[in-house]
């Protein structure tokens, strides 16, 4: 892979269900003589363990899948894979060969990762294996699973993340670690009564389409808690935070450091880099990896932790970036986790290492042997640095405390993680901001990332989960203009030079909770007095001197944030830090239809956000008749759902946004009632869900996909079209549509749809 700034992966375009590429390509290839000199030389493995190391390396990676998304839906839907799927899997032959069921990783808590290996010819043909297959690319589609590589599920264990911990997450895109930490800062939640986590995750890349790629990730588990930046890590500007009369500098509990690196680990996956692999692709990556540390060293509260991660086996990148991160910073030390993960088998970080250059010829001992072989002139070319080699005292660091992952020992891909806490001085530490050192600091560093230290990006845009697609990302048809009475945030003027570049946000502006789209949404959907009306902001462009803004305001998406987001967000120019994401989407405005004003309705993905604050006697009760009717047909009329006290009860009800129940009992595995929104219009009633969540909805509810084909769904619109009050990409709109800069272009469009994720547990 080279000096990627990015794991796995290919060219841009939508990631194909690849599970089985490996199988195009020969044993024969998998071969790199650099490779095995280099490593050979390490001593990474024993000798006696080399050849089943490397042999491990050739064969194809398990496919590996996590159950995500908040504890009640990734327990149940976990329940239905072990009580449903494993059993009809389990004596499964398929020519003649019998074929192995999914099993779970013995090491991830709860058992909610699983992994298998059947060739894709099985999961294509063989009948059990068929549904099986289809229920995971709906579930994956709807975020209710990730596919994701074993290994790179563990950095967030190591971080042990609680509600109220400020957390960040350096380089994050495309966010399947992120989705990890939500979880975790989300795990008291229950639906029923969410409390929103007073705490932080800030997911940080410095590739901004990839930042998008993150946000949409993110939308599985839509969080009040999230911002998303889009800076270098290695020079993250300090974020300010009042405290009584005074501003400090934001420190946080956690910070992962899941770095850039030359991702030799993912070999079994990215066979290109069997051909490629040279060592300056880790001696390269060394200098930023060690800033991006150094530089969560700075960020990182007393009593804090740092997991700083790669999917390299190169102690260059790893052992090499902890022990001169330490040397320079006498404040952390390694942490032992030895006790932590304890099915988890791993080997410790090494104390020694030789690196060496392009050659290859012959590995140093120390710097300066290496530089006495260098002419004049040359030295600069190396990109060596001392911190390359092993420093003086090595065994004082402790580098055993690392954790090494090697293919072989569980069947996964190459890892490394090494876990550190601050120790240091604490009143050093909080009054960092006020010193003048600090102060020093920031008038020296740039605000943006200047174009000359953004880190090398490589052809491929590749990502370790797959993209989830979807359909249609138009929005409804109406025009954003800026709210009546609202100090507006104007967007600073980007200076030249400052790396501004592509960087086309709209700002981040909070309404007043008088303002008259929440009273709106607090009147219409019915929500309760406590509902956090402060906290809830639009993305709107910055008005224009010229232009008249005296008209009604028009807000089409409602935002809503946590306390402390919302003082981020108020305290730090959203355009210094390169704001891409801050809350979570919950209220979107709808087209009524013929003669009713637009008003807003509730994302389906934000109902756990916004039941706890819904008076329960506006659910209306629903019947399994009618969700079938409304899971099958796209616009089904009132009129024509079965009788019964939904269609009573939605009789009298206005047009507009409506919450459904429908009971548990509905589907043996359910271990909770199904609460999705619906949309009343004239003569129909809609599922607001997209087509995606509802084909996911109608396998786990009645075994099969019962949705109208989108062949038919254009007839169906036609026959129904006296009825038809909404579009379908009313339901489907994008998360990109407040972006000026239109979000992600093409292929990546399709990854930003909004899930309107069905499942939510009541
Ligand atoms: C290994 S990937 C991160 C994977 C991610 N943590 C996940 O689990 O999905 C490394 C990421 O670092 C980003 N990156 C590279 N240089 C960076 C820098 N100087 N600052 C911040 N991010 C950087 C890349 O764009 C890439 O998305």
Not at 712 to 731: L, P, Q, S
Request: charged share 25%.
């Amino acid at each position: 892979m080279g000096r990627n700034n990015k794991r796995g992966g290919r060219k841009g375009n939508k990631p194909k269900d690849d599970v089985y590429r490996t199988d195009l390509v020969e044993k024969s290839d998998m071969v790199n003589e650099r490779f095995t000199t280099y490593y050979q030389s390490q001593k990474i493995v024993p000798e006696d363990e080399w050849d089943v190391f490397i042999e491990t390396l050739r064969t194809p990676l398990p496919t590996v899948f996590r159950v995500a998304g908040s504890r009640q839906t990734a327990q149940s839907l976990n329940a239905t894979l072990r009580d449903k799927h494993v059993p009809t899997l389990s004596n499964v032959v398929f020519e003649e060969q019998s074929i192995p069921p999914p099993v779970q990783i013995p090491w991830y808590p709860d058992g909610l990762a699983w992994q298998f290996n059947v060739p894709k010819k099985v999961l294509r043909k063989q009948p059990e294996f068929k549904e099986f297959h289809s229920f995971l690319v709906f579930e994956t589609e709807v975020g209710n699973i990730s596919r994701q590589e074993a290994v790179s599920m563990l950095p967030p264990l190591f971080m042990d993340v609680e509600p109220h911990h400020k957390v960040m997450d350096m380089c994050a895109a495309p966010g399947s670690k992120t989705a990890q930490l939500l979880e975790a800062l989300h795990a008291q939640d229950t639906l029923t009564s969410t409390s929103i986590p007073s705490g932080l995750v800030l997911a940080n890349d410095s590739d901004h389409k990839r930042t998008h790629l993150l946000i949409h990730q993110s939308a599985r588990l839509p969080s009040p808690s999230l911002m998303v930046t889009n800076l270098d890590a290695s020079i993250y500007p300090a974020l300010k935070m009042p405290n009584g009369n005074r501003m400090e500098t934001l420190l946080f509990d956690r910070i992962l450091c899941d770095v850039p690196c030359s991702g030799d680990g993912t070999m079994r996956k990215n066979l290109g880099i069997w051909k490629t692999w040279q060592p300056m692709d880790g001696n390269g990556l060394h200098t930023l990896q060690l800033r991006i540390l150094q530089r969560a060293m700075k960020l990182l509260a007393p009593k804090g932790r740092i997991v700083y991660s790669t999917c390299s086996l190169n102690p260059v990148e790893n052992e090499a970036v902890i022990a001169s991160a330490l040397r320079s910073n006498p404040d952390f030390r390694l942490i032992d986790v030895s006790d932590k993960l304890p099915a988890l088998q791993r080997r410790p970080g090494l104390s020694t290492w030789r690196p060496t250059d392009r050659s290859l010829a012959t590995t140093y001992d120390t710097y300066d042997t290496f530089m006495a072989t260098c002419a004049d002139g040359e030295t600069g070319k190396t990109k060596m640095t001392r911190g390359h080699w092993p420093p003086d005292g090595v065994e004082e660091l402790q580098l055993s405390k690392c954790l090494r992952i090697y293919p072989h020992l569980q069947d996964t891909g190459g890892f490394f993680v090494a876990v550190l806490e601050r120790i240091g001085d604490a009143i050093e530490a909080a009054d960092v901001s006020s010193s003048s050192r600090e102060k020093k600091r920031e008038a020296e560093e740039p605000a943006e990332v200047p174009d000359s230290k953004k880190p090398r990006l490589d052809e491929e845009g590749g990502s370790e989960n797959p993209t989830r697609s979807s359909e249609t990302t138009a929005g409804a048809d109406v025009t954003e203009t800026t709210p009546k009475n609202l100090p507006p945030q104007r967007a600073p003027k980007q200076k030249k030079g400052e790396g501004g570049g592509s960087f086309k946000e709209n700002p981040y502006t909070f309404l007043p909770p008088d303002d008259p789209s929440i009273l709106s949404c607090l009147s219409r959907l019915r929500l309760t007095s406590n509902f956090p009306s402060s906290n809830i902001l639009v993305r709107i462009p910055a008005p224009d001197p010229e232009a008249d803004t005296s008209g009604p305001a028009n807000v089409r998406n409602l935002y809503i944030t946590n306390d402390l987001v919302k003082v981020l967000v108020q305290h730090n120019d959203y355009n210094r830090i390169r704001l891409t994401c801050a809350g979570t989407k919950v209220f979107t405005k709808q087209e009524a239809g013929r003669g009713a004003d637009a008003q807003f309705r509730v994302l389906g993905e934000a109902l756990p956000l916004v039941l706890p604050y819904t008076d329960p006697e506006t659910i209306v009760d629903g019947e399994m008749g009618v969700l079938r009717t409304l899971v099958e047909k796209v616009y089904p009329l009132t009129i024509a759902l079965p009788e019964g006290r939904f269609k009573e009860a939605m009789k009298e009800r206005a047009v507009g946004s409506h919450i459904a129940r429908f009971p548990r009992e509905l589907d043996p595995i359910l271990s909770h009632d199904l609460i999705l929104p619906i949309w009343k219009s004239n003569a129909s009633i809609t599922l607001m869900i997209d087509k995606k969540a509802k084909s996911a909805l109608s396998m786990r509810v009645f075994g099969k996909d019962i949705t109208t084909p989108a062949e038919k769904r254009e007839k169906d619109v036609k026959v129904e079209d006296d009825a038809m009050v909404i579009k379908v990409e009313d339901v489907e709109e994008g998360v990109a549509g407040d972006n000026p800069s239109g979000g992600l272009q093409e292929e990546e469009a399709a990854a930003t749809g909004d899930s309107d994720t069905a499942m939510i547990d009541g």
